[in-house]
């Protein structure tokens, strides 16, 4: 079954405005939640990450929001830029660097001027 | 420093046939891995490795094979290739355990194979 469902499949957003990407997992022993950022032709690569002791984690225009009790966890994307178009993954892991991390199948964002 | 680099880049084989894909790293990372990309299905593992000697299956590695008999290098064999392995292959590595950097994946560039 799949571990970590991320949502939605694809998103198209005009310059300047919210992308909001969602992820649910389910087994509740997950507690290292990193979000990776893949460009065309390209290997993923660590984008931020969350652990869930804190609700909100902001890094420039980026933010997780992590909601522990409905075990979903959510990217924000700020002033969305055209060079923001890339495929999103949301992961989660047991213990960061304990276990392997499973991923979210993936959400296509186009950022549209 | 070139991190995760992964060879070739581009591959066709016909079914049947055998491959291996090269995977190095120069980060003295524990952890290693492999993971395939398909439209829609997103980054599924099918083998990793917490340090020389000592590999461990995925969610899908049937029909394929691994070894790590040094700390920098991981390749993935593909003992006789289908046409469901044509893929994209990540090689992805990071150090294991607690701590800072733990489970920081460094991706190589990937390796795209199609298999008639």
């Known amino acids: 079954q799949q571990q970590v469902k991320q949502s939605p499949q694809s998103l198209i957003v005009q310059k300047g405005g919210i992308s909001i990407i969602n992820c649910a997992y389910e087994?509740?022993?997950?507690?290292?939640f990193p979000w990776y950022q893949q460009f065309p032709g390209k290997g993923p690569a660590l984008l931020i990450a969350?652990?869930?002791?804190?609700s909100e984690k902001k890094e420039g225009r980026f933010t997780i929001s992590f909601n522990k009790s409905a075990k979903q966890f959510s990217l924000h994307i700020m002033d969305s830029q055209p060079g923001d178009s890339a495929t999103y993954f949301c992961?989660?892991?047991?213990?960061?660097?304990?276990?392997?991390?499973?991923f979210g199948k993936g959400t296509r964002l186009s950022v549209i001027a | 420093n070139a991190g995760v680099t992964q060879t070739p880049k581009f591959q066709v084989l016909k079914t049947g046939q055998s491959m291996t894909l090269q995977c190095a790293q120069d980060?003295?990372?524990?952890?290693m891995s492999w993971y395939r990309q398909d439209p829609g299905m997103g980054l599924r593992l099918i083998h990793y490795?917490?340090?020389?000697?000592i590999t461990d299956q995925g969610e899908v590695p049937n029909g394929y094979n691994v070894s790590r008999s040094t700390t920098e290098d991981f390749p993935l064999r593909l003992l006789s290739a289908a046409p469901s392995q044509t893929s994209v292959y990540f090689c992805?590595?990071?150090?294991w355990g607690y701590g800072s950097g733990a489970n920081v994946l460094t991706f190589g560039a990937g390796s795209r194979l199609t298999v008639l």
């Open positions: 087994n509740t022993a997950f507690d290292y």
């Open positions: 992805a590595s990071s150090y």
């Open positions: 980060m003295n990372h524990e952890y």
């Open positions: 490795s917490v340090g020389a000697g």
């Open positions: 969350i652990r869930p002791d804190v």
């Open positions: 992961a989660a892991s047991i213990g960061a660097g304990n276990t392997p991390l499973v």
